[in-house]
């Protein structure tokens, strides 16, 4: 039995971003409580059941507020020596509250229910489909499938291909958030939002050069009708609309290399690349995603100390939507374990001092959020 609570309060001004300095009120708090029982943990009989009540205070300009109620409870059965069932239920009702756009409060509700089937139909081959169906308040009724396929090729090798069909309903956030900021824009939520529909592709290979070396290969592709996204044509004025298609397609690498016992090498390399169809006027490239994003790293570790060195890199970036179309990083994070219940650490940021910034935006050729300079965190951990 599990009960798990959290809490946490920010109050005070913050500027926009640094084209609009100007502080403006911060006001967030999250309030959560929930109450877990799970039993057959370690076998293949296990279950759970959650219940919990959340309050979020938004960090933005609105004053609004949601507290969802809920509760999920999940349970497995051995069929066969080869098979063994998932099953489930889910149950959310949550409701927001903002003054500036009505009185009272608004809200939406789901239940779901689940089932899922992992078959091993053969030594080295194994099948895992689901299905699960939605009845929401806004969104409506929907039945959606997913279907994977795995292929164990020997002990340090597998592949795997899997579909999954896409029903994502809009939250309370897309559907009533409003607060007008008279010159400085506005943030306008939609009710008649559709729920976000469409299918998912994966497949990839994880294998293994040798022992101490370890290559990870996945792409995927999705297509999505009505996806749902905050639009603006002016970086002032922001409404949640449908749009009518969007198209994703991606690739990732990673590698995995262990020197010796104490030091590892990783590196990995990440493409994106999203589309959208506004009206059936042609797809349109999203510049506000990154394209090609490369990580390396250098581990030390031994029984006091952890060290680790990373650096990433992104390039191809939009300037439409960047104020750099590339950048280089290094981050240096050390601990070090002084007892048994004590550890210290030292985090430094940003070694190379770069300019750059991870979340779109851009005015006159300037990050509006840009991320920090070089910068350090030291501190002590203490367990009891």
Not at 305 to 312: F, Y
Not at 333 to 346: E, F, G, P, Q, S
Request: glycine share 8%; proline share 2%.
């Amino acid at each position: 039995l599990t009960l798990a609570y959290d809490y946490s309060a920010m109050d005070g001004v913050y500027p926009y971003s640094v084209n609009y300095v100007s502080p403006s009120a911060l006001n967030k708090k999250t309030n959560n409580v929930a109450l877990r029982y799970d039993w057959n943990k370690d076998s293949d009989k296990s279950g759970y059941l959650t219940v919990y009540r959340n309050y979020y205070g938004y960090y933005n300009f609105g004053d609004m507020s949601e507290r969802t109620y809920g509760f999920e409870g999940q349970q497995s059965f051995v069929t066969g020596k080869n098979n063994k069932i998932i099953a489930g239920l889910e149950y959310k009702n949550a409701s927001g509250e903002n003054i500036q756009s009505y009185e009272g409060n608004k809200g939406i509700n789901n239940r779901a229910v689940f089932l899922q089937d992992q078959w091993q139909f053969a030594p080295t081959w194994q099948v895992n489909a689901g299905l699960r169906y939605d009845k929401h308040s806004n969104a409506g009724s929907k039945t959606t499938g997913s279907l994977a396929l795995n292929k164990k090729f020997s002990e340090d090798s597998h592949a795997y291909l899997s579909c999954s069909q896409v029903f994502k309903a809009p939250t309370i956030d897309d559907l009533y958030y409003f607060y007008d900021m008279g010159s400085w824009g506005k943030y306008v939520g939609n009710e008649n939002l559709k729920p976000e529909t469409g299918n998912v592709w994966t497949i990839g290979y994880d294998f293994k050069t040798s022992p101490s070396t370890e290559i990870n290969l996945s792409a995927f592709y999705s297509k999505l009708n009505d996806a749902i996204n905050w639009h603006t044509t002016d970086y002032m004025n922001y409404y949640a609309e449908n749009v009518d298609k969007e198209t994703k397609r991606g690739l990732e690498i990673a590698v995995l290399h262990k020197l010796n016992d104490n030091m590892d090498l990783t590196g990995s390399y990440t493409y994106a690349k999203v589309e959208d169809n506004y009206g059936n006027t042609g797809y349109k490239r999203d510049y506000d995603y990154v394209p090609n994003l490369y990580r390396f790293g250098v581990r030390y570790h031994n029984k006091l100390w952890n060290i680790d060195l990373v650096a990433s890199g992104a390039n191809g970036l939009s300037q439409q939507s960047y104020g750099e179309p590339s950048y280089l990083t290094l981050d240096l994070n050390t601990r070090y374990k002084i007892n048994k219940d004590v550890t210290a650490y030292l985090k430094l940021y940003n070694l190379t001092n770069a300019a750059f910034a991870e979340q779109a935006g851009v005015v006159n050729g300037q990050d509006s959020y840009p991320m920090a300079a070089r910068s350090f965190i030291a501190g002590l951990e203490y367990k009891f």
